[in-house]
């Protein structure tokens, strides 16, 4: 596709149940990240993948967020046992060359109630 | 921990004139560069301006420039001639890493412009 496409655009979710955030990544962009924006807040980076290289997983917040990319394209973000801190939109960005900067996507917002 | 700063949690500008956003970094030298994003309330981050680390001259783009410093750790994002459409949060990202990178942002700076 012409951008990055992430679904759902909105998932309310029950305390304690596993979600899954999917990312559809720009044809040829090989460095594919995601981040979390709060209410209000700046994007704090989970985690980041570049073509058949181990991911980055520097940024997730516990065990229980996690990340595939299956093909070096499409990517899933799990969260298990959701909390309400967990709510947030989760962004997806993807990249071709640095100096082109990150194409994002239009975000997932959780709500977990 | 790396930090960004962004002093100006809100500005106000008259519409036409020109606004100085700030941004300091208290990271590791940014050998990828510096990025300014932003973020109109619909959400969408929209990629405004790179700064090449190495690069002698400041980045221009169109209404868009950059006061970069690197001795300081300073890259202030200049908007000329504001626009409406100009209202929006404004991101200051140093690309940091060795091999590979990662945009780490700053909390933003709330832009609005009054016609």
């Known amino acids: 596709g012409a951008g990055v496409s992430q679904s759902p655009s909105n998932k309310v979710t029950e305390k304690g149940k596993d979600v899954e955030l999917r990312c559809d990544p720009i044809?040829?962009?090989?460095?594919l990240y995601w981040y979390r924006q709060s209410l209000g807040q700046g994007l704090e980076f989970l985690i980041y993948?570049?073509?058949?290289?181990?991911?980055?997983k520097s940024g997730l917040p516990s065990d229980r967020f996690s990340a595939e990319r299956t093909g070096g394209s499409v990517s899933t973000l799990t969260i298990q046992r959701t909390q309400q801190e967990d709510s947030a939109v989760y962004l997806c960005a993807t990249e071709k060359r640095v100096d082109y900067g990150y194409t994002f996507g239009s975000g997932t917002r959780l709500t977990v109630v | 921990a790396q930090k960004i700063t962004q002093t100006q949690p809100g500005m106000f500008v008259q519409e036409k004139e020109a606004v100085t956003l700030d941004c300091t970094y208290d990271?590791?030298?940014?050998?990828?560069?510096l990025f300014w994003y932003k973020q109109p309330s619909s959400g969408e981050m929209i990629f405004l301006i790179y700064q090449g680390s190495y690069d002698q001259q400041n980045a221009t783009e169109g209404r868009y420039s950059l006061n970069f410093q690197k001795a300081r750790k300073s890259a202030n994002l200049v908007i000329s001639a504001s626009q409406l459409g100009d209202s929006a949060m404004y991101f200051c990202a140093p690309a940091v890493g060795a091999g590979s990178y990662q945009l780490t942002f700053g909390k933003g700076t709330k832009l609005s412009v009054i016609p």
């Open positions: 993948f570049q073509g058949n290289s181990a991911p980055d």
């Open positions: 044809s040829g962009h090989t460095a």
């Open positions: 990271t590791s030298d940014p050998s990828y560069g």
